[in-house]
C-alpha cells in the first residue's frame, strides 16, 4: 500500500520524507492539487514529487493520487468498522461476560425471524426417511459438524461427517439408499462446498444448504436452504454469531426430529436410564 510506503519512508531522500509528510498530514487535502502545488506546499518541487512517483512503482502523479484517495477511504471505512466492534482494548471482562451471550442471543434471535418453518420441517421429515445424512463443511464449521453427526447418531440416524466429495461412494450408495447431505458455509462461498453441492444434486442427492442470507451462491445449488443472519465483524469475534447461529439450525433439526419419532425416542431414553440402573 502505498500509505505504509509513505510511513516507512524506505531509501527516501529529504525532499521525498517531506512531501511523505506532507500527504500523511493532509491525505484528503492534496486531492485535486496538481504535482507542482504538492511541490510547494511541502516546501520541496514538482520534480521532487514525480521522482517519489516513480520511486513507488506508479505510472505517474494520477495513480499517486488516485491510491492515497482510495487507500484513504479504505482506511477511513476501516476506523468506522471498528468503531462499531462490540470489543476493544479496554473491554472488562465483567464486561465480556455479558457482552458473548447478547452476541450468541442475537444472532440466534436474527436468523430464527429468517427462517420458514415449512421449509425447517420439510427438511426435517427428509431427514427421518433417509438412509443416510451426510454433513459437508470444512474449516471452523467442521466442529459444529462433528457436534450435529454426534447427536443424530445418538438418534439412530446413519449420520456422517464429510470434508470433500468421495465420488466413488456416491454413486454406489445412490442407487440403494436415500441420502440427504447438508452443507454448512458460514458466509456460504466455500468452493469445496460449492462444489459439492453441484455434484451431489447433479447425482441425484437431496441437498440442504445452510449459509449466510445475504449470499444466494449457495441456496440457488441446493434443493432447500436454512439460511443465518449474523451482523459483520472486522476482529476475529465475527466467529461467534454464525457459529451459534448455525448450531442453532442444526439443534433445530436435531429436536424436530426427536419430535418427529417421539416415542421411540422416549422408550430408548427408558432403556439407558434401566441399563444405567441395573449396572449400578
Known sequence: MIINQLKQKEGFTNSEQAIADFVLKFPNG???????QLGESSM??????????????????????RLIEFETHEQSRFLALLDDEPINNKTPIKELMDLVPTIYTQAIFSTKLALNP????????RIKMADRIDLYGVGIVESAVDMAVFKFQALGLNAHKQT????????VTKENQRIVSILLSFIGKNEMILAAANYLKSNGIFTVGIGSLDNLDLKEICHEYLPITVDSHILTMEALAPYSATTYILDLLYAGLVIADYNQQVAFAKQVIEKDRYQS
Open 30 to 36: 492534496i486531492i485535486g492539487m496538481t504535482a507542482s
Open 44 to 65: 520541496t518541487s514538482k520534480a521532487s514529487v514525480l521522482r517519489l512517483c516513480k520511486k513507488l512503482g506508479l505510472s505517474g502523479y494520477n495513480e499517486f493520487l
Open 118 to 125: 415449512t421449509i425447517v420441517q420439510r427438511v426435517v421429515n
Open 164 to 171: 470433500n466429495i468421495n465420488e466413488h461412494a456416491i454413486v
